[in-house]
């Protein structure tokens, strides 16, 4: 089985579309789309519209849907304001059927297939990884180094597979999730 992993699209559809084709044009037989749909760039009817298309999916929630789909029980008066009043845009923006398809998207989901270890699904590390390494690699060391111009794959695997490595507590929480991806 071969998959497509897609994220974080942020309404970016000519994106999508790019990535879409690039996966046909790979013989990608599963797509697997992990969360953050709709901010970001204006369409995000059509990449939610697009997602629903797809015949082999599976499909969870980010952070942004989680956000959507937080404003369903509280009173418009009391949704926020200033930098995440976008949400309460984004909320009447979107078509119904859209709407309720966030609304029905689970956080995580475990995929089983014949011959193929289970995949285990979801969008945000800290859910599972909270105060372990995934969650304080610092982007800055990053960046840091392409300024520098001492940045190499090379130096950045060795920096996160130190950090890794020294994780004991990563480790138990690896340990805590069922077996496979």
């Not at 285990?120 to 180094?145: C, G, M, W």
């Not at 004991?168 to 929480?173: G, H």
Request: proline share 5%.
């Amino acid at each position: 089985m071969t998959y497509a992993l897609i994220s974080d699209i942020h309404g970016n559809m000519p994106a999508l579309q790019a990535v879409l084709e690039d996966a046909r044009s790979s013989n990608v037989q599963q797509y697997i789309f992990l969360g953050d749909y709709c901010f970001g760039l204006a369409y995000p009817n059509e990449v939610l519209d697009c997602i629903r298309s797809i015949s082999s999916k599976y499909v969870i929630g980010g952070n942004e849907e989680n956000a959507i789909a937080g404003l369903k029980n509280i009173n418009p008066s009391k949704w926020p304001t200033g930098q995440f009043e976008t949400y309460s845009w984004y909320y009447n923006y979107l078509s119904n059927e859209n709407r309720q398809f966030i609304f029905s998207l689970p956080h995580e989901i475990v995929i089983k297939t014949d011959n193929v270890p289970s995949l285990f699904v979801f969008h945000k590390p800290e859910r599972y990884f909270l105060d372990s390494s995934p969650s304080t690699i610092n982007p800055q060391y990053f960046a840091a180094s392409i300024d520098n111009k001492t940045f190499t794959v090379e130096s950045f695997k060795d920096y996160t597979d130190k950090i890794l490595e020294d994780d004991s507590l990563l480790k138990e929480q690896l340990d805590a999730l069922e077996d496979g991806i």
